[in-house]
Structure formats: C-alpha cells, structure tokens
C-alpha cells in the first residue's frame, strides 16, 4: 500500500555534495515526519535528520551545517542535500516515513530500501 523510494546515493571525493530523494507512493491519508538514517558497516543505524509535515528540520550535531533536508509536500517527497561530505558520511542512507494510511487512524513507521554514499579518504 505504501513505498518508499530512495535515489541520489553514489561515490563522491570528499568535499563533495549528493542529494538524495526519497518519495512516498501508494494510497495513504498524511505524510507526517519525514526523515534520514543512516547505518555504516559494523555500526549502529544512527538518525542524521528528519522534518515536521510544516517544514521545521532537525539534524544530528555531526551534519549540522553542512546538510540540509527539505521536503515537497505536493510530491510527498524529502530531499537530503549534502555537502561538504566527509569519509565518515559513508554508509547506507536510509528513509523513513510517518505516513497515516487511515482516515482517523494512527501513525506507521516506512523505511526505504536504503542507498548506498560512499566518501573515500
């Protein structure tokens, strides 16, 4: 009923910048909070940002300042503008998603499928 689908991963040299997208598809009654995780190989999945349905971001202190997320309500997509990338950025980016399917029903969690950012040193 729902998807979430991420594009935008790829290598970049450090100092570089990716964005990333996520869109949400399917048959649902809200998008709420929208946001980015992310996970490195042998490491937790740690929260990197995420954005209220009004636009207010919040970020994770190791991005702040050199990401930026945004979102298209009319899309139901959000965006992750990274600049300024660093070896440490490398990891899985993963989306994820409030999303109220129901009319007056609570909310559910979505993930997509993960993208892969590489920064080699």
């Known amino acids: 009923q729902v998807q979430l689908v991420e594009s935008g991963g790829g290598l970049v040299q450090a100092g570089g910048s990716l964005r990333l997208s996520c869109a949400a598809s399917?048959?649902?009654?809200?998008?709420?909070?929208m946001g980015w995780y992310r996970q490195a190989p042998g490491k937790q999945r740690e929260f990197v940002a995420q954005?209220?349905?009004?636009?207010?971001?919040n970020y994770v202190d190791s991005v702040k300042g050199r990401f930026t997320i945004s979102r298209d309500n009319a899309k139901n997509t959000v965006y992750l503008q990274m600049n300024s990338l660093k070896p440490e950025d490398t990891a899985v980016y993963y989306c994820?998603?409030?999303?109220?399917?129901?009319?007056?029903?609570?909310?559910?969690?979505?993930w997509g499928q993960g993208t892969q950012v590489t920064v080699p040193s």
């Open positions: 399917g048959s649902f009654r809200s998008v709420n909070a």
């Open positions: 954005i209220n349905s009004g636009g207010i971001p």
């Open positions: 994820n998603a409030l999303i109220r399917v129901s009319y007056s029903g609570g909310h559910n969690d979505y």
